[in-house]
């Protein structure tokens, strides 16, 4: 299978994503302060919808492989800022460890080339 990698890394964030929002649901509910447990679920709500963006970009792969390089630096932007804005969100909300929000902002410039890399794509895209 074509992008093996890249399905199983998409396939175990989504996973993540979950066990987390459960985690935040059952285990932290009433254990954070309302700030962190909030900063928290943010990391889990950016973490699951870039998940879900990296599998349709998966998907347009795989029908229009000439696009590959530009969308594989699209994955690595999304994986990159998923583990430094959601995991700093994570760490910061579980440790209180305020300076590691200081980390969360590259993550999320990272998330937005992803997707300034995604519409550059798009708009090379061309009939085959």
Do not use: K, N
């Not at 066990?19 to 990391?43: S, V």
């Not at 994570?90 to 080339?113: E, N």
Request: proline share 3%; with cysteine.
């Amino acid at each position: 299978m074509r992008d093996r990698g890249w399905w199983c890394l998409a396939a175990l964030s989504g996973g993540v994503a979950v066990m987390a929002g459960a985690f935040a649901a059952h285990a932290l509910q009433g254990q954070l302060p309302e700030r962190l447990l909030a900063a928290f679920e943010t990391g889990v709500r950016y973490q699951m919808w870039h998940t879900l963006a990296m599998l349709g970009v998966l998907a347009w792969r795989s029908v229009r492989p000439r696009r590959g390089q530009v969308l594989v630096l699209v994955l690595g932007l999304w994986t990159a800022g998923i583990v430094l804005f959601s995991g700093s969100l994570y760490a910061m909300a579980l440790s209180g460890a305020r300076g590691l929000g200081m980390i969360t902002p590259l993550g999320g410039v990272l998330l937005i080339g992803g997707w300034l890399a995604l519409a550059l794509c798009a708009l090379r895209d061309r009939p085959e």
